[in-house]
């Protein structure tokens, strides 16, 4: 039982910049990787960052130089760092997590946030 909460969503102009927040909360030992998706609608779900529990990470080639996505060690919260946001960035963002869980049968499992809007206009 985990639970994703996201906030820091928001309206901003072109060319600045927005930080997304992710907080894992539940019944779990501790983060195996996390992820940012994106979803406009009438569009698919996308990628759009990603870390492993080893610190490599993954990003949309749309947002790699731009996008940042980081966690602090031993930490239940994750962060995006969006810089010089354009208009196409728009759309709503959703965090995801896979836990190691407490169970000896199932230890890992993946959950997803509610999603946060992110919309760039002047």
């Known amino acids: 039982q985990v639970q994703l909460t996201e906030s820091g969503g928001g309206w901003v102009q072109p060319g600045e910049s927005l930080t997304l927040s992710c907080v894992a909360s539940?019944?779990?030992?501790?983060?195996?990787?996390v992820a940012w998706y994106r979803q406009v609608s009438g569009a698919e779900r996308e990628l759009v960052a990603a870390?492993?529990?080893?610190?490599?990470?993954n990003y949309a080639d749309s947002v790699r130089d731009r996008f940042t996505i980081s966690r602090e060690i031993g930490s239940s919260t994750m962060t995006l760092q969006m810089n010089n946001l354009e208009p196409e960035d728009t759309a709503a963002y959703f965090c995801?997590?896979?836990?190691?869980?407490?169970?000896?049968?199932?230890?890992?499992?993946?959950?997803w946030g509610q999603g946060t809007q992110v919309t760039v206009s002047s």
């Open positions: 870390i492993t529990g080893g610190g490599t990470t």
């Open positions: 539940g019944n779990f030992v501790r983060i195996n990787s």
């Open positions: 995801n997590m896979n836990v190691q869980t407490r169970s000896p049968y199932y230890p890992r499992k993946t959950y």
